[in-house]
């Protein structure tokens, strides 16, 4: 069974900059995850999805970021512009849906700016 | 929001000692999952706990699920080099309807030989 997968794996910028990241989980996972783990600490919710529905995105900081999972398969997260706390791993994470499930997470996306 | 905090920060054993890392939720949890994470990797599910008081093992690790269902502990025995990462307790809020993981602030273990 294919992971979840991630693109780039590494991404330099510059203030002011914007980016882009994109994820395809695991086929038939109706839930989909964005987190943002800075080093050091535990992976922060960003965004979730139910298939191509937005769930929770209490924590997104809205003025900057966005995210769109079109067709409820793949997903992209967009950061514009991009801030120097914005370095940070992005982790893409699936799971079946529902509740009682557990998450398998794809290698991250690792955003430097400078 | 709901907060989920861990402790130790922090741990460093010599092989062959016990661990433990204990996880603190704000609000009460509908389940609780344990992932590891390997230093420059993703995290990796290790196991899930539903039940108010439960408790599950996997080899050496021990995994306890508050009777409040508001904390959980993790428990290594005779630790080893590859038990070094960073362990995350993660679960969602009683009621929410959906699966919102949360993690935790995570407990990194480093393991001596």
């Known amino acids: 069974e294919a992971g979840v997968a991630q693109s780039p794996r590494y991404k330099i910028i510059e203030k002011r900059q914007s980016v882009a990241f994109w994820c395809n989980p695991i086929?038939?996972?109706?839930?989909l995850y964005w987190y943002q783990q800075i080093l050091g600490q535990g992976p922060k919710l960003l965004i979730q999805?139910?298939?191509?529905?937005?769930?929770?995105d209490s924590q997104l900081p809205k003025d900057r970021f966005s995210a769109e999972r079109l067709k409820g398969v793949d997903s992209t997260l967009k950061i514009q512009p991009a801030k120097l706390e914005d370095s940070a791993v992005y982790l893409c994470a699936s799971t079946t849906g529902g509740l009682n499930t557990e998450a398998f997470f794809g290698q991250g996306t690792r955003l430097t700016v400078v | 929001g709901q907060q989920v905090m861990q402790i130790p920060q922090y741990q460093h054993v010599q092989e062959g000692e016990d661990f433990t890392t204990y996880c603190n939720s704000s609000?009460?949890?509908?389940?609780i999952q344990w992932y590891k994470q390997r230093p420059g990797g993703h995290p990796v599910f290790l196991i899930q706990l539903v039940k108010s008081g439960e408790v599950k093992k996997q080899k050496r690790l021990t995994f306890q699920f508050g009777e409040a269902k508001k904390n959980s502990s993790l428990h290594i025995t005779a630790t080893q080099t590859t038990d070094v990462g960073t362990y995350f307790c993660?679960?969602?809020?009683?009621?929410?309807?959906?699966?919102?993981?949360?993690f935790g602030t995570g407990t990194r273990l480093l393991v001596s030989p």
């Open positions: 993660a679960g969602p809020p009683r009621n929410t309807g959906f699966q919102k993981l949360v």
């Open positions: 609000t009460t949890l509908s389940n």
């Open positions: 999805f139910q298939n191509n529905g937005v769930v929770d």
């Open positions: 086929s038939g996972h109706a839930t």
